[in-house]
């Protein structure tokens, strides 16, 4: 009788296994980075701390304070009115008449 060979197929897959788990470290390692770069460099921006690396950052995505500045404002602004829009469609929009109409249900029995 001849034996299976799953020996060799498993050490091929152990390998590519560990090779695939590298690349995805690699890369998760390159996108912290990269998003510790950004928030670092905002940061200092609005703080209006100038270091090198923060001056060469902007240069090289061709960024002003003040559009950075301009970013943030319309970031909040949209957040706010997207907070409103939530509070107001909640308060008073179908939700309060579907649990006002469950509660008048339940009192009457």
Do not use: C, H
């Amino acid at each position: 009788m001849e034996k299976s060979r799953q020996g060799k197929g498993s050490k091929i897959k152990a390998s590519l296994e560990r090779l695939r788990e590298l690349a995805l470290a690699f890369f998760s390692l390159m996108l912290w980075i990269f998003s510790l770069l950004a928030f670092v460099t905002v940061i200092f921006t609005l703080l209006g701390v100038d270091l090198y690396y923060v001056q060469l950052i902007r240069t090289i995505l061709k960024i002003t304070r003040t559009d950075l500045m301009t970013l943030i404002m319309l970031n909040l602004i949209g957040g706010i009115i997207i907070i409103a829009y939530l509070t107001i469609t909640y308060n008073f929009g179908p939700f309060k008449k579907r649990g006002a109409g469950i509660n008048e249900n339940e009192k009457e029995k």
